[in-house]
């Protein structure tokens, strides 16, 4: 059965501390791995990742992904209050449509 | 670009009557749109896949006569919940990608609060 599997499910850090999100995944056709940010409503896309072993960058945020491993992480460096959320991995999976699978999320509290 | 526009952002019913939720590609086509469900500090649940034209595609254990998913043209998708009960209650979400590009991250709509009274 496809899944994809995040942790920690919870995380309590202090601003200014560097946090790593994993997700870890088993889907049939994988294509790519996607990350969302969920705040009070819908989720905003962070990064896409397709290919392995490359970074993708965005501000304080980095991920990468692990084809062989069948893992990504998130990273947030110097972590501010703002980025209090929980954190989506999402896979899309190629049925003849497209199903995407998610993850239970990452509920991230960032204390001032 | 790529904005999925949800419509309305919540709403408040009554138990027994109809319930509709339009989701919009503003500018592109979406020839799949997709439909979660969210309870409270929980993940996003598929319900369904809806495709240009055609019937929607369930998932295991969602209703397709109480959850009417219709997708009319490439840029709507609008999901009916009939005859509503407290237990529909609910955060509803919209997605879509763009039409022939399958690894592109998909956009959600702001999603829709429904609560059943």
Redesign the interface.
């Given at each position: 059965e496809d899944k994809v599997v995040q942790s920690p499910l919870s995380l309590v850090v202090h601003e200014g501390d560097t946090v790593t999100l994993n997700c870890s995944y088993e889907v049939t056709n994988f294509?790519?791995l996607?990350w969302?940010k969920q705040e009070k409503?819908?989720?905003?896309?962070l990064?896409?990742l397709?290919s392995s072993g490359i970074e993708k960058k965005s501000g304080r945020l980095s991920s990468i992904l692990d084809k062989k491993e069948l893992f990504s992480i998130l990273n947030i460096t110097a972590t501010q209050t703002g980025d209090s959320a929980v954190y989506?991995c999402?896979v899309?999976r190629?049925t003849g449509?497209?199903?995407?699978?998610?993850?239970?999320?990452t509920?991230l509290f960032v204390k001032a | 670009g790529a904005v999925v526009s949800q419509h309305p952002s919540w709403v408040i019913c009554k138990s027994g009557t109809s319930v509709k939720i339009e989701c919009r590609s503003l500018d592109f086509q979406a020839t799949t749109m997709f439909w979660y469900r969210q309870f409270p500090k929980q993940s996003l649940m598929l319900m369904a896949t809806s495709n240009e034209g055609s019937k929607a595609t369930y998932e295991q254990g969602v209703e397709k006569d109480k959850f009417l998913i219709n997708h009319a043209s490439l840029t709507l998708s609008t999901l009916t919940v009939t005859s509503a009960h407290p237990e529909d209650s609910s955060f509803y979400i919209c997605s879509a990608s763009r039409t022939g590009t399958p690894n592109y991250g998909y956009t959600f709509g702001s999603g829709t609060r429904l609560t059943v009274v």
């Open positions: 294509r790519s996607l969302y409503k819908a989720p905003t896309f990064f896409m397709t989506l999402a899309p190629n449509g497209f199903k995407t699978i998610f993850g239970a999320g509920r | -």
